[in-house]
């Protein structure tokens, strides 16, 4: 219908998406012998081997930040109805808080996993915070123009 900010606002969110879906450092583990790898969506770095967590892959980071661009990409085009993409954006927030349990979730069980282990979380780590941003923003206004469209319907 008016589709023009929220349009705006998802296709930011499916940029940040796609920023984190290939970043390539999310988490720097510091290993006691001085030994550092990384945790991305794509797996781990070089020295990983050194610390024996290559068997734990990051699925459920890899997942969850698909999870936001697919969402992002299928809001956007779920523009002829209003209230299936309200339900969409939804899905994409909780794909996107989903994402933090999982980097949570991970990051920790590494830390426990590796004694003496130490973690500095990326810059890159702010990037789904500014997709549940523009979900959020995105939402809000498919329901401004929800309301919209109701107002004019109850004028005819």
Known sequence: MIQRIQSVFLLFAFIDGLIVLFAKELVCFTLPNGATFTLSSMGYGEAAAQANVTGLL???????????????IV????????????????????????????????????????EGTTFNLSLNCVSPALTLFFFIMAKNRIRHDERLVRAADRIR
Do not use: E
Request: charged letters at 10%; proline letters at 2%.
């Open 58 to 72: 990051p699925w459920g980071i890899s997942f969850f930040s698909a999870a936001m661009v697919v969402m992002a």
């Open 75 to 114: 809001t956007f085009f779920g523009y002829k109805n209003r209230k299936k993409q309200m339900k969409q954006a939804n899905l994409g927030i909780a794909a996107a808080v989903l994402w933090y349990v999982a980097l949570a979730a991970y990051t920790f069980s590494i830390a426990q996993h590796v």
